[in-house]
């Protein structure tokens, strides 16, 4: 295991997630890693330090004036005798401080004496993560070389409260850690181009025409990517979510306009069109609201095609050295995958089947998906998995492919 004897100094924060701290500790310590806990003074009004102290099987560290623990320096020592610190959960308010550069307590001194990898797992109410002062916190905390795992969509403490800001849970933590200390900025160097979301095609100015896609699984594959250290542009259309941090975002609307941003953001090693593109659009959209008078005959719509974009970028003269696409389909699924990857120019073609679930509704739009990895080798199916966890596979699949051609 990756984390076997490795020591990683945890930071317990202050918010109700604190609790899930417990069964993180039982997590990492099932994988042989020595966990060595710090605990805000927030953190113990949720948990108590014996508590914690017991999993972890040694001293808590709780205070940075402790004569003690500070009398050789016990700041630094902890910082630099550690293989990773794992801040778990970390707030609203704790990002702000390390953002800030503030080492006014224990957890803020390790942080900034910090000279191993370091890795958020944020924590927060839905209005807290989306404010923009954390959002701009996040982007310069990943631009200083921070990695995050989550925050994940769910239910919050708060009653009735649910949205994007959700701790991930120990699992998660656990894996996440074990990928960076495996060395997953593995594409560092790489500049890569992923579409997300749909395109809205105008019929009038408050009608469009669009497809069934929430963007998760691209802004997820962004996600991933920027983890493994590379430089993302996420071109994405009209979503509900929030980019992922480290990602240079371009928003559009229509198909021609995500081209258009693909394009610009050419030359590049990687392209991942995720994107469900219209394929069509109203010929002539309107520029006033269209109305419906009495006994009017029904509206009658003339499309024009869309621009294929996958297509496009896979006979571009600046085509990135690795193309993949997305074939969501309804019936024939692999003949589909398999007639897209030559016809588009692509080298991996995530297929699924988007028709229905097991309870017979449409699975587009959904936190889950169920691919197979087509290409000219062959067809290779993964099982049904978070959309975060299909991205760190198909991340991992293209670090193989770098690593392999000795780049």
Request: proline share 6%; charged share 25%; no cysteine.
């Amino acid at each position: 295991m990756t984390l076997q004897s490795k020591r990683i100094l945890l930071v317990v924060g202050g918010g109700i997630a604190a609790y899930k701290a417990l069964d993180l500790i039982r997590r990492l310590r099932e994988r042989g890693a020595e966990v060595v806990p710090v605990m805000t003074k927030g953190a113990r009004e949720f948990v108590t330090p014996l508590a914690v102290g017991a999993l972890a099987g040694g001293h808590v560290f709780t205070e940075l004036f402790s004569r003690e623990d500070e009398q050789d320096v016990g700041h630094i020592r902890l910082a630099r005798e550690a293989d990773a610190i794992l801040v778990a959960p970390a707030t609203a308010d704790r990002l702000a401080r390390l953002a800030a550069g503030l080492g006014d307590d224990l957890a803020g001194a390790i942080l900034l004496a910090a000279r191993v990898p370091v890795l958020l797992a944020p924590a927060m109410n839905p209005a807290m993560w989306a404010h923009p002062a954390t959002r701009r916190n996040v982007e310069r905390l990943v631009a200083d070389g921070v990695h995050l795992v989550g925050p994940k969509s769910g239910e919050m403490a708060e009653r009735g409260e649910s949205g994007l800001g959700r701790m991930a849970e120990p699992v998660e933590i656990a894996d996440a850690l074990e990928a960076l200390l495996a060395g997953t900025r593995r594409l560092a160097g790489r500049r890569a181009i992923v579409t997300s979301g749909p395109t809205h095609e105008p019929i009038d100015p408050v009608r469009y025409i669009a497809n069934r896609s929430s963007g998760r699984q691209g802004h997820a594959i962004a996600a991933a990517l920027a983890a493994a250290g590379a430089e993302v542009v996420l071109v994405s259309g009209p979503v509900a979510i929030p980019a992922p941090p480290g990602v240079r975002l371009v928003s559009v609307e229509t198909a021609r306009e995500m081209l258009a941003a693909v394009e610009a953001a050419l030359p590049a090693d990687l392209g991942v069109f995720v994107a469900a593109v219209a394929d069509w659009r109203p010929a002539d959209a309107a520029t006033q609201k269209l109305k419906k008078g009495p006994g009017a005959e029904p509206l009658a719509l003339t499309f024009a095609e869309n621009p294929d974009i996958l297509a496009t970028i896979g006979h571009h003269r600046e085509r990135p050295a690795v193309v993949v696409g997305f074939a969501a389909e309804t019936q024939d699924l692999f003949a589909n995958a398999l007639a897209k990857l030559d016809r588009k120019g692509a080298d991996l073609i995530l297929a699924n089947d988007v028709a229905v679930d097991d309870s017979g509704a449409s699975i587009m739009g959904g936190t889950e998906n169920a691919v197979h990895v087509v290409s000219r080798d062959g067809i290779e199916t993964w099982p049904r998995l978070s959309k975060e966890e299909v991205g760190r596979r198909l991340v991992d699949r293209l670090a193989d492919h770098f690593s392999g051609e000795g780049a």
